[in-house]
């Protein structure tokens, strides 16, 4: 390490900095930029190498947002940010908590993808692992770096299926750096407890293999065993070098993302955003919103149109959540309706996925069903089912039409409706179409942030179903005990703990979800309930009476520069 933390004779913490000049400047976690006081730069030899003058994190926090400002686009103000992540994280995380509802939507979804798509053409510093398949006997090699000593936490990708937009290949390195950069500002994870890591095992996107200037393996994806192997190579370095890491897999293809989940989540401490963080984030928005129309999870019909990974563990989860509430097995599947680009999901539908079957449907169960045509559609499953929740992970931007809308209203007193796709040209319908259709009863989330919209005349915010309100908490939870696995179980809990925290449990009239400026105290209760579910579970030890609370708390990072000394002092 570059540093180590220490207290005085008083208490008051400082670090114990091993660098000097460009090379103290050029340490992201070490740089305080003009904040260095005078007697910081002549014993750290910076004396000459900054401007005269002394300032601090609020000022330098205000310049940061005047510049943030005076960009012309959303790509150029996410190129600014990750320059300035690159070049002082400090003051990145200060001004990104400061300003978090603003800069969300630049920093991840959707701009991250923008960001992926001109990775190759933005590339400015390097941040993380790209470990590409040529490489894939040397990963001891390259994870063996000192900088990733501390690494507690890992978000890795192959880039295949970035947000809605496909296969981004190595540029698909943006999520991890975004995902990353939500634990810290949400959770407060240290930056240097986190690593974004690449698997580069190739690229079908022509358009990326024939760039000269695409900064991946310009080759097409290696499939099959292959892949199986390379994944296989990778976990088992991960857990040699990281023995209590917690590993997240994001933006993988449906065929991989599943049965890699299912292959490691028993043998390392890892789990799938996109499956299960999506699902814990749709379940405790749902929780909150039947809270405000008064009725039961197990009397809702709930219709998914797309019924890939996403889908599939949303509707996994809420199964789970009816059987708890009294249902049996069957009579809570019975509650779903599933739709993929063939329709809906048959027993005779062709070429089924594992994780799709608990929930297709008999045609003894919808022989009485009045449709259209021979494939069943959106517009026929939601003419017969009448739901009372409907769920957009589709990626098909415009899929909830008027006439779908309009036909679920007229059934249902208050639709919930989650349009969920991401970015937001991609989502399935807007919220203030949604809101014109149903006469502004709709309960609303969607997966990318939108504008206000108008309800009862008054402005309201559209919840914005982001997956940040779930894993972060989660992280900070399980490296806090040094979890050894992550379970569905951990996911429900932290569902609950999300609806728990919903305004409208208190005013109806209210927003399901709190605003982004509270998101570090809804993190903070999500890591407290799962580090004691962890510990309940066997998958931890600690200390017996210890102050969950105040130990979790004292583990949160807080953007602020401490005092330096050099080392030899």
Known sequence: MDYEEARDDEGKRYLRVFLTDYALLHNSILNKGMSFSHQEREVFQLLGL???????????????????????????????????QNSNETLFYSLLLEHLEEMM???????VGL???????????????????????????????RHFNNVKVIVVSDGERILGLGDQGAGGMGIPIGKLALYTACAGI???????????????????????????????????????????????????????????????????????????RNTICSFNDDIQGTAAVAAGTLFAAINVTGTQLKDQRIVVFGAGSAGCGISSLLKQAMIEEGLSE?????????????????????????????????????????????????KDVVKNVQPTLLIGVSAQSGAFTEEIIREMAKHVEYPIIFPLSNPQSYCEATPADIMKWTNEKAIIGTGSPFNEIQKKGKSFRVDQTNNCYIFPGIGLGLIAVKATQVTDHMFMIAAKTLADCSPAKLNPEANLLPPLNQIRQVS???????????????????????????????????????????CKD
């Open 190 to 264: 240290h930056p240097s407890e986190t690593l974004p890591i690449l698997l580069d095992t190739g690229t079908n996107n022509l358009n990326l293999q024939n760039d000269s200037l695409y900064i991946g393996w310009h080759h097409e994806r290696i499939r099959g065993k292959e892949y199986d192997e390379f994944i296989h190579l990778f976990v088992q370095a991960i857990k040699k070098r990281f023995p209590h890491v917690l590993l997240q897999w994001e933006d993988f293809a449906q065929l991989n993302a599943n049965p890699i989940l299912e292959r490691y």
């Open 50 to 84: 900054l401007p005269p003058h002394e300032t601090n994190l609020a000022t330098q926090r205000a310049r940061s947002y005047e510049a943030f400002k005076n960009k012309s686009s959303a790509i150029e103000k996410y190129i600014y940010l990750r320059d300035l």
């Open 524 to 566: 903070f209760k999500i890591a407290v309930a799962i580090a004691k579910e962890a510990l309940a579970a066997g998958f931890a030890k600690l200390p017996p009476n210890i102050n969950m609370e105040a130990y979790i708390l004292e583990q949160m990072w807080i953007p602020e520069y401490l005092p330096y000394k050099n």
């Open 330 to 378: 069957e009579q809570a599947r019975e509650r779903f309706f599933l739709i993929d680009k063939t329709g809906l999901l048959m027993q005779d539908t062709p070429h089924l996925q594992s994780f799709q079957l608990p929930f297709v449907q008999t045609k003894n169960k919808i022989a009485h069903w009045q449709c259209e045509h021979n494939t069943i559609s959106l």
């Open 105 to 111: 939507p630049i920093v991840y979804t959707p701009i």
């Open 115 to 145: 960001g992926c798509e001109r990775y190759s053409y933005i590339y400015r510093r390097p941040r993380g692992v790209y470990i590409a398949y040529p490489d894939r006997y040397q990963i001891d090699n390259i994870l063996a770096n």
